[in-house]
T-cell receptor, first 113, second 114 residues
Framework: AQSVAQPEDQVNVAEGNPLTVKCTYS??????LFWYVQYPNRGLQFLLK??????LVKGSYGFEAEFNKSQTSFHLKKPSALVSDSALYFC???????????FGPGTRLSVLP | DADVTQTPRNRITKTGKRIMLECSQT?????MYWYRQDPGLGLRLIYY???????NKGEISDGYSVSRQAQAKFSLSLESAIPNQTALYFC?????????????FGEGSRLTVL
């Protein structure tokens, strides 16, 4: 069965500093990996995905993520955090040839001015 | 206008009442989903539909039912609401294909069952 772990409930970072939000996954086949962001009182918005190819994936708003097959990880990163990046971030996995997405519990990112 | 629209956005009801949450989309996607969000649990799949004639149970379908009235409309019903169904509910759509597949979400429907 598929599963996703986000080991940190909360990540705090100062504005201008780099940020990392961690995600590890478990699937039996090839993983399709996604990051979504949720701002207060809003639905989830797609940030980026890894399907195949280059392990470093670039997405919206300056975010990127690195797929590491040996560590079964897909950490979200940004070189310089903005206060406006403060939100709830979800990692999700979809198993190759599978039908559905499994979401992690979410990590709340707070960027402090 | 939003591509995926949910109504109502907020609803407070009492135990035992029947509730319907509605979702409509203008994206032309065949696949539609209902998820439930609870703090610390992420999103859990309730039901999904890959076309009008295809309805499938998700991880937590007990106590819920759905109706796919048209390609663009997918409704979630709670026949007899109970307090532990208090949650934020999301409708989502996607296109088929292993090289795409990201979900597009509505703004959510917050349901409180007293």
């Amino acid at each position: 069965a598929q599963s996703v772990a986000q080991p940190e409930d909360q990540v705090n970072v100062a504005e201008g500093n780099p940020l990392t939000v961690k995600c590890t996954y478990s699937v039996s086949g090839n993983p399709y990996l996604f990051w979504y962001v949720q701002y207060p009182n809003r639905g989830l918005q797609f940030l980026l995905k890894y399907i195949t190819g280059d392990n470093l994936v670039k997405g919206s708003y300056g975010f990127e993520a690195e797929f590491n097959k040996s560590q079964t990880s897909f950490h979200l990163k940004k070189p310089s955090a903005l206060v406006s990046d403060s939100a709830l971030y979800f990692c999700a996995v979809r198993e190759n040839y599978g039908q559905n997405f499994v979401f992690g519990p979410g990590t709340r990112l707070s960027v402090l001015p | 206008d939003a591509d995926v629209t949910q109504t109502p956005r907020n609803r407070i009801t009492k135990t035992g009442k029947r509730i319907m949450l509605e979702c409509s989309q203008t994206k032309g996607h065949d696949r539609m989903y209902w998820y439930r969000q609870d703090p610390g649990l992420g999103l859990r799949l309730i039901y999904y539909s890959f076309d009008v004639k295809d309805i499938n149970k998700g991880e937590i379908s007990d106590g819920y039912s759905v109706s796919r009235q048209a390609q663009a409309k997918f409704s979630l019903s709670l026949e007899s609401a109970i307090p532990n169904q208090t949650a934020l509910y999301f409708c989502a759509t996607s296109v088929p294909g292993l090289d795409t597949g990201e979900l597009f979400f509505g703004e959510g429907s917050r349901l409180t069952v007293l």
